[in-house]
């Protein structure tokens, strides 16, 4: 089991910025590739932005120049950094790993084996 660990959420409002962490017990692969996903109530759960060695960076086009996803060098650690966020950003955000990592769509939840708990993000307008 590799236990990943999110923090950092909580409520801003319209145009405010937050970091997400999420933290990895995992040891190196030769292959690995992270995710943060959100999931509105109601909605289905979507990908926001992932990063990997194998393939480089993506994100969803509605977050597109406002969210960075960024990984330590040394840990199996990423952030996402959220700038100008807006009230349709508000969801449960889920960290989200595959070690090693198979292929597959970096935007569809079945590409990951290991998820955190969540962390919740409420922007108000």
């Known amino acids: 089991q590799v236990p990943l660990v999110e923090s950092g959420g909580g409520s801003v409002q319209t145009g405010g910025s937050l970091t997400l962490s999420c933290a990895s017990s995992a040891d190196t692969y030769s292959t690995w590739r992270m995710a943060w996903f959100r999931q509105a109530p109601g909605k289905e759960r979507e990908g926001v932005a992932s990063?990997?060695?194998?393939?480089?960076?993506y994100y969803a086009d509605s977050v597109k120049g406002r969210f960075t996803i960024s990984k330590d060098n040394a840990e199996n650690n990423i952030q996402l950094q959220m700038n100008n966020l807006k009230p349709e950003d508000t969801a449960m955000y889920y960290c989200a790993a595959s070690f090693p990592w198979h292929g597959g769509v970096w935007s569809n939840s079945r590409s990951y084996n290991y998820w955190g708990r969540g962390t919740q993000v409420t922007v108000s307008s």
């Open positions: 990063i990997g060695n194998i393939g480089g960076t």
